[in-house]
């Protein structure tokens, strides 16, 4: 992030400085300038880049009250965003849009964080063929983790068996509170931390911004950066589990390559400005993927700092992974969804964990737990009575800290509605307030959802019909009463993949001519490592100690396809960020481990708003046979043809662009993406694209296309068939899309465009989804 030199008269600036009150509040603002305005001399070794920041603030900050302005800037950006970030009062950031260089001020944001089985789950193996040996585990690839940050003492950070860094690595091991050079080996090569951006917006004295339960360094105090990074390039760990449960061999996706941790969220969350300089470092210190398990609802990308910052590091030759979010089944919820960005769902496991639970009168309801207690290895736990809603408020009813009457709970089995605070949290109030045993009965949102937690009391999650049907028999029974059966870990009964219900949806808010999210990946109750300060269940007050646990998210999903990039760069290091999405994505799976269609969670058949391409397949996809790639030019093509403004443009880019022309140019051209999504609008019935394909495959090969249209949608290829003598040849393709009407009582339709190889290697199946969706204005 970068800047412009320039001469104002002081008299000028006088007029623009804003007269700041002691009382008006600082808040951070990243600010972004035009590099091209100063010229190459705007950052001679007579003027640094940091007193070139600096003079902005003094054009615009009140320095008659204070002294040095140059204290007030957090963060000064030359690598992924031309600018700076500052802490100012709203009279001051005006003062700043007014000066002449200054691209855009925008307040700072706060986004939120978006394994033992999961890498067998996705077909890796020690195959000779397989994707493990045709990569090398990922051995060179360098996986940069924007996250929490990391533990570095887990098992899963052992480097015995790695090589040095690359000596491209230019990247730095920070030391901080419990953190030094020493902690940083051959597998976490780097880490640093960011707190300036946390610090300054919360709390209101910068000395108090980092709680106790934080380290000042770049050392993981909440697990979810640790268990991020260990899921995308963990060492392999032989007997690992969560106190017992799940018991497996850990491995990452791509063991053999190295990580880098970037802690950028604390306590409070995460803030752009953070984000930014940690994306600015890791562009520079030499990473090959960027995993980002975080992110919030979707916005303009040019408002977008992680959209922005990403397209710099593609432009760079990075892969950048992205969550999806959280916010499903909710459609267009899908964030992350620049179309530079790997964006990703999450997917279950055929992994389960069955805690039953059998109540008075025989029946039992199926639920699953993690809870690792000795009652685990029993048949079942004792019965126990059932209580709901003890306390007689809406607050007892989610099991609320000191909402529960204690001698109501004491001894007895308590039923917990989910929501308003964690899973966890209420298993510790029921336990606080002296129950013996819970029961987290989920409600019409969570719907079947099935997220596990390690708990602190015998307690078991169970589905919202399973918890109607439980609330019917604790109404209707003077004296109702259940025991808890623990079922232990069981593999490979339950059919999956199928879409997590939270897992966000398409259609893009933002840019619906792009398919998203682009693929799915195991995000449902995965394991993988976990710092030495916390508990496995999270909570403060857990004593109990474990090298791994156990998280949901689309948070998990990301770090699966981050290592399934690495492996993919370590295999073909020439390749493209575009050209490894593509290969991820066209080698996608469609079906589940039963060979039927992938279902949602949200109930049905998944589409393909939930489930993008489909659900990855690391095998294929180092070896996907053709690929679509992208420049990044293409990329400003593509957002000339959505009408952005060329200030809009700029924000992104960093480029000016006289997109008139850019369009006049490229007449009729589409972005090379490898999925087809169209939005007819405004009385559209017809679409013509382009796409091109690359050979990565075999030379002298063939390929024939299989189109299944749409419902009332009709679909042209020409040609039909594509031919390549060598590899890297290339060749385009027409499609041509008629709508004349949407189908009945919907305003989406889906099918797919394939080139299956023909002849005797007929191996390769590229496969590209179609969503056409009718827009009304």
Same mark, same amino acid.
């Given at each position: 992030?970068?800047?412009? /030199?320039?001469?104002?008269?002081?008299?000028?600036?006088?007029?623009?400085?804003?007269?700041?009150?002691?009382?008006?509040?600082?808040?951070?603002?990243?600010?972004?300038? !035009?590099?091209?305005?100063?010229?190459?001399?705007?950052?001679?070794?007579?003027?640094?880049?940091?007193?070139?920041?600096?003079?902005?603030?003094?054009?615009?900050?009140?320095?008659?009250?204070?002294?040095?302005?140059?204290?007030?800037?957090?963060?000064?950006?030359?690598?992924?965003?031309?600018?700076?970030?500052?802490?100012?009062?709203?009279?001051?950031?005006?003062?700043?849009?007014?000066?002449?260089?200054?691209?855009?001020?925008?307040?700072?944001?706060?986004?939120?964080?978006?394994?033992?089985? @999961?890498?067998?789950?996705?077909?890796?193996?020690?195959?000779?063929?397989?994707?493990?040996?045709?990569?090398?585990?990922?051995?060179?690839?360098?996986?940069?983790?924007?996250?929490?940050?990391?533990?570095?003492?887990?098992?899963? $950070? *052992?480097?015995?068996?790695?090589?040095?860094?690359?000596?491209?690595?230019?990247?730095?091991?920070?030391?901080?509170?419990? $953190?030094?050079?020493?902690?940083?080996?051959?597998?976490?090569?780097?880490?640093?931390?960011?707190?300036?951006?946390?610090?300054?917006?919360?709390?209101?004295?910068?000395?108090?911004?980092?709680?106790?339960?934080?380290?000042?360094?770049?050392?993981?105090? !909440?697990?979810?950066?640790?268990?991020?990074?260990?899921?995308?390039?963990?060492?392999?760990?032989?007997?690992?589990?969560?106190?017992?449960?799940?018991?497996?061999?850990?491995?990452?996706?791509?063991? #053999?390559?190295?990580?880098?941790?970037?802690? =950028?969220?604390?306590?409070?969350?995460?803030?752009?400005?953070?984000?930014?300089?940690?994306?600015?470092?890791?562009?520079?210190?030499?990473?090959?993927?960027?995993?980002?398990?975080?992110?919030?609802?979707?916005?303009?990308?040019?408002? *977008?700092?992680?959209?922005?910052?990403?397209?710099?590091?593609?432009?760079?030759?990075?892969?950048?992974?992205?969550?999806?979010?959280?916010?499903?089944?909710?459609?267009?919820?899908?964030?992350?969804?620049?179309?530079?960005?790997?964006?990703? #769902?999450?997917?279950?496991?055929?992994?389960?964990?069955?805690?039953?639970?059998?109540?008075?009168?025989?029946? %039992?309801?199926?639920?699953?737990?993690?809870?690792?207690?000795?009652?685990?290895?029993?048949?079942? +736990?004792?019965?126990?009575?059932?209580?709901?809603?003890?306390?007689?408020?809406?607050?007892?009813?989610?099991?609320?800290?000191?909402?529960?009457?204690?001698?109501?709970?004491?001894?007895?089995?308590? &039923?917990?509605?989910?929501?308003?605070? +964690?899973?966890?949290?209420?298993?510790?109030?029921?336990?606080?307030?002296?129950?013996?045993?819970?029961?987290?009965?989920?409600?019409?949102?969570?719907?079947?959802?099935?997220?596990?937690?390690?708990?602190?009391?015998?307690?078991?999650?169970?589905?919202?019909?399973?918890?109607?049907?439980?609330?019917?028999?604790?109404?209707?029974?003077? /004296?109702?009463?259940?025991?808890?059966?623990?079922?232990?870990?069981?593999?490979?009964?339950?059919?999956?993949?199928?879409?997590?219900?939270? @897992?966000?949806?398409?259609? @893009?808010?933002?840019?619906?001519?792009?398919?998203?999210?682009?693929?799915?990946?195991?995000?449902?109750?995965?394991?993988?490592?976990?710092?030495?300060?916390?508990?496995?269940? +999270?909570?403060?007050?857990?004593? /109990?100690?474990?090298?791994?646990? %156990?998280?949901?998210?689309?948070?998990?999903?990301?770090?699966?396809?981050?290592?399934?990039?690495?492996?993919?760069?370590?295999?073909?290091?020439?390749?493209?960020?575009?050209?490894?999405?593509?290969?991820?994505?066209?080698?996608?799976?469609?079906?589940?481990?039963?060979?039927?269609?992938?279902?949602?969670?949200?109930?049905?058949?998944?589409?393909?708003?939930?489930?993008?391409?489909?659900?990855?397949?690391?095998?294929?996809? =180092?070896?996907?046979?053709?690929?679509?790639?992208?420049?990044?030019?293409?990329?400003?093509?593509?957002?000339?043809?959505?009408?952005?403004?060329?200030?809009?443009?700029?924000?992104?880019?960093?480029?000016? %662009?006289?997109? @008139?022309?850019?369009?006049?140019?490229?007449?009729?051209?589409?972005?090379?993406?490898?999925?087809?999504? &169209?939005?007819?609008?405004?009385?559209?019935?017809?679409?013509?694209?382009?796409?091109?394909?690359?050979?990565?495959?075999?030379?002298?090969?063939?390929?024939? &296309?299989?189109?299944?249209?749409?419902?009332?949608?009709?679909?042209?290829?020409?040609?039909?068939?594509?031919?390549?003598?060598?590899?890297?040849?290339? /060749?385009?393709?027409?499609?041509?899309?008629?709508?004349?009407?949407?189908?009945?009582?919907?305003?989406?339709?889906?099918?797919?465009?394939?080139?299956?190889?023909? +002849?005797?290697?007929?191996?390769?199946?590229?496969?590209?989804?179609?969503? %056409?969706?009718?827009?009304?204005?």
């Amino acid at each position: 992030m970068e800047v412009v /030199r320039l001469l104002i008269c002081h008299s000028f600036l006088l007029l623009l400085l804003p007269v700041l009150g002691a009382a008006e509040a600082l808040q951070t603002y990243i600010v972004q300038l !035009h590099p091209h305005e100063g010229g190459s001399e705007a950052t001679s070794a007579a003027r640094s880049r940091l007193d070139w920041h600096s003079s902005f603030l003094e054009r615009s900050v009140a320095w008659e009250q204070e002294k040095r302005p140059a204290s007030r800037l957090l963060y000064s950006y030359h690598t992924v965003f031309d600018g700076f970030a500052a802490q100012l009062a709203e009279g001051e950031a005006a003062a700043l849009r007014a000066l002449p260089g200054v691209a855009s001020v925008r307040a700072d944001r706060r986004l939120e964080l978006h394994t033992t089985y @999961s890498y067998r789950f996705l077909g890796l193996n020690f195959c000779p063929t397989g994707a493990w040996a045709r990569s090398g585990y990922g051995r060179g690839a360098i996986v940069g983790v924007l996250d929490t940050g990391v533990w570095p003492e887990s098992p899963s $950070f *052992d480097d015995r068996g790695m090589p040095p860094a690359p000596l491209r690595w230019t990247g730095v091991c920070q030391g901080g509170e419990h $953190f030094n050079a020493s902690n940083c080996n051959r597998k976490l090569i780097g880490a640093r931390f960011y707190s300036k951006g946390h610090r300054a917006n919360y709390p209101t004295n910068p000395s108090e911004a980092v709680s106790l339960l934080e380290y000042v360094s770049p050392r993981d105090a !909440h697990g979810h950066g640790t268990h991020t990074a260990s899921t995308a390039a963990g060492a392999a760990v032989a007997g690992a589990s969560v106190l017992g449960a799940g018991a497996g061999e850990a491995r990452g996706v791509a063991p #053999g390559a190295h990580v880098a941790a970037y802690k =950028v969220c604390w306590f409070n969350g995460c803030y752009s400005s953070d984000i930014l300089a940690g994306m600015d470092d890791a562009v520079r210190d030499g990473v090959d993927v960027l995993s980002l398990s975080l992110g919030g609802f979707p916005i303009p990308l040019f408002e *977008d700092s992680i959209a922005i910052g990403s397209f710099r590091a593609t432009a760079r030759g990075i892969s950048v992974v992205c969550a999806a979010g959280n916010n499903g089944p909710a459609r267009s919820s899908v964030a992350n969804e620049a179309p530079w960005v790997l964006t990703v #769902g999450a997917a279950t496991l055929d992994r389960r964990f069955p805690a039953y639970v059998r109540l008075g009168n025989g029946r %039992v309801l199926y639920g699953e737990s993690m809870y690792p207690g000795e009652i685990s290895l029993k048949k079942g +736990g004792k019965e126990l009575e059932l209580v709901y809603a003890v306390g007689g408020t809406r607050e007892s009813e989610y099991c609320l800290k000191g909402s529960m009457d204690k001698a109501a709970v004491a001894g007895k089995m308590v &039923v917990c509605n989910r929501g308003i605070t +964690g899973r966890a949290d209420k298993g510790e109030a029921v336990k606080e307030a002296g129950g013996a045993a819970m029961i987290l009965a989920n409600t019409e949102i969570n719907r079947q959802d099935d997220s596990v937690d390690v708990h602190v009391l015998p307690a078991t999650l169970v589905g919202n019909r399973e918890a109607v049907e439980l609330k019917k028999y604790i109404s209707s029974t003077p /004296r109702p009463v259940a025991r808890i059966v623990f079922g232990g870990t069981r593999i490979g009964r339950a059919r999956a993949p199928a879409v997590a219900l939270f @897992s966000a949806r398409g259609p @893009s808010l933002t840019n619906p001519s792009v398919l998203k999210p682009d693929v799915i990946a195991p995000g449902v109750n995965i394991i993988a490592a976990w710092p030495g300060n916390l508990g496995p269940s +999270g909570l403060e007050g857990d004593a /109990r100690r474990s090298n791994f646990s %156990v998280l949901s998210g689309t948070s998990m999903a990301a770090p699966h396809v981050s290592g399934i990039a690495a492996l993919i760069r370590s295999a073909h290091p020439s390749w493209s960020p575009a050209m490894v999405r593509s290969a991820i994505m066209t080698s996608a799976d469609i079906t589940d481990r039963q060979g039927k269609a992938i279902m949602d969670g949200d109930g049905g058949r998944a589409d393909v708003f939930a489930m993008g391409a489909g659900h990855v397949n690391p095998a294929r996809a =180092v070896d996907p046979g053709l690929v679509y790639d992208i420049q990044p030019t293409d990329y400003v093509t593509h957002l000339c043809t959505l009408g952005y403004t060329h200030m809009e443009i700029f924000k992104i880019t960093h480029t000016g %662009v006289n997109c @008139s022309a850019v369009l006049q140019k490229n007449r009729g051209c589409s972005l090379n993406y490898p999925s087809i999504a &169209v939005a007819f609008k405004n009385g559209a019935k017809s679409a013509v694209l382009q796409r091109t394909v690359t050979n990565v495959g075999t030379p002298n090969s063939t390929y024939t &296309v299989q189109v299944a249209a749409p419902p009332g949608v009709k679909i042209r290829v020409a040609p039909t068939t594509l031919s390549f003598v060598e590899f890297g040849e290339q /060749r385009s393709f027409r499609v041509t899309i008629e709508a004349p009407s949407p189908p009945a009582a919907k305003d989406s339709a889906e099918g797919y465009l394939a080139w299956k190889q023909s +002849g005797g290697e007929g191996k390769h199946v590229v496969r590209s989804p179609i969503a %056409v969706t009718w827009v009304v204005e």
